[in-house]
């Protein structure tokens, strides 16, 4: 066996290695290839040293897979090559609010959508409609449910009755102070401006159990307060942040007066 060609062969295998062992270790190792052993000390000392080279490949080659190890997996990609979103259950609701599905007390119903193309326009004027009491009738027609609540673009006023929605007006005013009948009082409601809802063969007492003074404080109706329920005539006040128009409608099933104010 040839020795210099075998110390070519070691020489490469060591300088090949993409991480370079101890100092010591590779100083060691060039000493015993280079150095010129006695004639009968040659073979031991060849075997010593293809022993640590081969050791040093196998520690530096454990040193390399350690530090280039297979990157995690990504995500399947989905289409457009983009990685696919890991699908995640629906988000729990926030404390106190109501479970989806569930509509929150006082909510006040959307109007339904084949309803919406017969409504009226917004105006900033009087408006009034309803139905008069036949001949024969027996006496006002009880109130059931007030509330107020807030809608895509409107905050929304209802009043809700056992039968036909009796006459109405609605009518603007300059400022949210009311008179209460039948006793003349004034009543100041929260707000700058205030609408005045008035219905004539109409009655809350004995029918109507829930508050008489409710205050939403939406963008614009801020307070909706009962003045007056006298002899068959209902009156409520709306305290409005700001003057703004609105419509007043009809609806049934269960029959009721709506008043949209613009926001």
Not at 93 to 98: N, T, W
Not at 197 to 211: E, K, M, N, P
């Amino acid at each position: 066996m040839q020795r210099r060609p075998l110390r070519d062969e070691l020489r490469d295998a060591f300088e090949a290695m993409s991480e370079p062992a101890h100092p010591a270790l590779a100083s060691w190792i060039h000493e015993e290839i280079w150095s010129q052993p006695a004639p009968g000390a040659r073979i031991p000392r060849l075997a010593a040293v293809i022993a640590a080279v081969v050791a040093v490949v196998v520690v530096a080659g454990l040193v390399l897979m350690g530090r280039h190890a297979l990157p995690a997996q990504p995500a399947p990609a989905g289409p457009g090559g983009r990685p696919s979103s890991i699908a995640t259950g629906p988000a729990s609701p926030a404390p106190g609010s109501p479970a989806p599905g569930v509509a929150a007390p006082g909510a006040v119903s959307p109007v339904a959508p084949s309803a919406q193309a017969t409504l009226p326009g917004f105006s900033c004027a009087t408006q009034s409609g309803g139905a008069a009491q036949p001949a024969g009738s027996t006496g006002p027609v009880p109130v059931t449910d007030v509330r107020a609540a807030a809608q895509t673009g409107v905050d929304r006023f209802v009043i809700q009755f056992s039968g036909p929605v009796p006459q109405y007006e609605v009518k603007p005013q300059a400022s949210a102070m009311f008179t209460r009948d039948p006793s003349g009082f004034r009543v100041s409601l929260e707000g700058s401006a205030g609408l005045q809802v008035t219905v004539h063969g109409a009655q809350s007492y004995g029918s109507y159990s829930g508050s008489t003074d409710l205050r939403p404080r939406l963008t614009v109706l801020r307070e909706a307060s009962e003045v007056g329920d006298f002899e068959g005539v209902l009156t409520w006040g709306l305290g409005l942040s700001h003057a703004s128009c609105f419509r007043a409608y009809v609806l049934t099933g269960p029959s009721r007066l709506v008043i949209d104010v613009q926001q």
